[in-house]
């Protein structure tokens, strides 16, 4: 049965009482401390929020000083669809409310870092004035959706991204707690605001949910690492539905085996029309059955797993009234971030621009953020986010084209051909300074990793090789490292688990290789393995795939320790009638 209040976590009591998002949030704002009360930083993740403290700054201050406090503040943007007005004011802000650097997620949207407690207000009314809304982009909701940005000519009357702001719509929170507490009451983005939540009620979700939308044969998204994955099918030339996968969610705790990365399972296929109310349906089971005892056991890939994908789909057609289609066969041919010059339409271009680590900055001779501005006030492109930590530059004619790759280059930009591969295909969390969670470096150390790793491979004579690296500070997982060739999880200050053996398609976790391998020895690990993918690699054969077959690694403990209870629903059991609740929880 589900579990009682009494057994709740804190967490979960904090949601219950925040009245609805609310806390005490605008009492906290106008007093002089720097920092929130412990629930009102809960409450404030819902708002996009996260409070954090400059550890740079905290390692030289006497033990018994205050910590620098600062917050990140976290964009929803669904689809990674910005407007040329749209990035501009972003980058704006960046100098006004953060620290002068924008930075892009793995999830398509933008992070505002050394952001000051004064300077919330201020940042979010904003970015709100520009239709750009941080409500929802953290905490235990639906998170930002995401979905192919490329548009490639065949996919435009797809309308993906289309489809990823509707279901953002349909399951941001309605509070009127954002709009009071930010706006002065008023809704600058159009959006139903309530004193409830009809859809996710007091508590919310047990944990934050992760959507992405994908086009066939195209995994940019990391489709099997979603809570729920979307793939769209077009095999009669226009949209005929989609297959949906569930289950997956990369983030793990070290020395805990019942956590661990999982990779989605295919459920269903639905058609177009009915995609919302089977996602209802999906999200609704996670809000109803999820744990809200323990926070490492909360997100929906431990509810399928502890089920079954035979007893969810029961669960959930039993909830809808109604049997679901077989999910159809899925075909993967590329995983890529569709950087470089690709052709958008008959006489319209887009361009990828590489941006390392996803961090928006002019550093030396690269004058990347100046670039970009110049080049988003010149040509006014559209800008689409990618699910790499880089960005698209759309609607560029000829003409634009030649001339916004002469911008770039002027300020020190390399177009992605004269980027190193393992530079271009890498992938960082911020962990330190600013990120609470991290034990260690990532995005500040894995430049130097990268190059390290493309010189050893330049010394075998291999260089060309595209091989996909991703470093987190914590094993987590904000940069996806669990279905990377090559992974470098932060196990303590200064060492880091290695992983090896994903697939570039986004298909198959890798496996652990060594454990708390001192950073100054990456590469010296790696290069025997990389001199024998070398020497015996099949025509073609990828470095995972090369990992896999020769047995590299001895890949992850098998057992997974005792798991946690959760409430499993009866058999189902469809005739002409609505099915019952599932032990008393009211179908909606």
Known sequence: ?????????????????????????????????????????????????????????????????????????RAAIPGGVLTADQYLALDRLADQAGNGTLRLT???????????????????????????????????????????????????????????ERIADHFRPRTRAYYEIWMNGERVVTAAAADEEPFYGKTYLPRKFKIGLAFPEDNCIDVYSQDVGIVADMRSGSLEGFTLL???????????????????????????????????????????????????????????????????KDALEQRLGRRLATPRALAWTGADDHLGVHRQDGDRWFIGVPIEGGRIADRGDVRLRT????????????????????????????????????????????????????????????????????????????????RALQAELDALGIGDESIRVRMTGCPNGCARPYTAEIAFVGRRKSSYDVHVGGSTLGTRLNVLLAENVARENLVRLLSPILAAYRDDRYDGETFGDFCLRSGVGSGEAADRGERFPIPTPDPIDLGDHRPSPIHGVTLP
Request: aromatic residues 6%; negative net charge; contains cysteine.
């Open 1 to 73: 049965m589900p579990k009682t209040s009494i057994e709740h976590s804190l967490v979960e009591q904090i949601k219950a009482g925040s009245g609805f998002l609310r806390g005490t949030i605008v009492e906290e704002l106008t007093d002089e401390n720097p920092s929130f009360s412990k629930e009102n930083v809960v409450v404030l993740k819902f708002h996009g929020i996260t409070e954090e403290d400059d550890r740079d700054v905290r390692a030289g201050l006497p033990a018994d000083a205050s910590p620098d406090v600062i917050f990140m503040v």
């Open 106 to 164: 793995t999830r398509q949207t933008v992070q505002f870092h050394h952001t000051r407690k004064t300077d919330l207000a201020a940042l979010i009314r904003t970015l709100n004035e520009h239709l750009v809304i941080t409500l929802g982009a953290s905490g235990d909701a639906v998170r930002n959706v995401m979905s192919c940005p490329a548009p490639f000519p065949d996919r435009a009357a797809l309308g993906l991204a289309a489809f990823a």
């Open 246 to 312: 569930v289950g997956g969610g990369l983030g793990r705790t070290h020395g805990r085996l019942d956590t661990f990365p999982r990779l989605a399972d295919p459920l269903c296929f639905v058609a177009p029309d009915d995609l919302l109310e089977v996602l209802e349906g999906i999200v609704g089971l996670q809000r109803d059955f999820g744990d809200r005892v323990d926070r490492k056991q909360a997100r929906l890939k431990y509810l399928i797993d502890h089920w079954g994908v035979g007893i969810f």
């Open 371 to 450: 670039g970009l501005r110049a080049v988003a006030e010149r040509f006014r492109p559209g800008i689409r986010l990618t699910p790499g930590q880089s960005l698209l530059l759309t609607d560029l004619t000829d003409r634009q084209r030649a001339d916004v790759l002469s911008t770039l280059e002027d300020h020190g930009v390399l177009p992605a051909g004269r980027v190193p591969p393992v530079v271009l295909h890498s992938m960082a969390c911020p962990a330190l300074p600013t990120c609470p969670l991290a034990v260690t470096e990532s995005e500040r150390v894995l430049p130097e990793v990268t």
